[in-house]
């Protein structure tokens, strides 16, 4: 995603990431490693995934200055 006027940061400190199954009742969270200065890595497993049932994302992070995110897309990727 991208905000127009906006710029990505150089450094980001620190990621997390949860994902769930069950539409957000419940959260898992999920290893992350680094992949660069502002990027980063991370797994759902496979086996985690129902048929017929989707794959909702949560994320939280903090750039070098401060500024922090905290985004949850419920229901982003569907499972077949």
């Known amino acids: 995603m991208h905000v127009s ?3 990505a940061p150089d450094q980001v400190d620190a ?3 949860w994902w769930s199954v069950d539409g957000g009742e419940s ?3 999920s ?3 680094r992949t660069g200065s502002a990027a980063f890595s991370s ?3 496979g086996t985690a995934l129902r048929s017929r049932k989707s ?3 949560r994320i939280a ?3 070098a200055a ?3 995110v905290d985004q949850t897309v419920l229901r982003i990727i569907p499972v077949r």
């Open 5 to 7: 006027g906006a710029s």
């Open 15 to 17: 990621m997390q990431l």
């Open 27 to 29: 959260w898992i969270e």
């Open 31 to 33: 290893s992350t490693r």
């Open 43 to 45: 797994t759902v497993p």
């Open 55 to 57: 794959l909702s994302l």
């Open 61 to 63: 992070a903090t750039d």
């Open 66 to 68: 401060g500024n922090q």
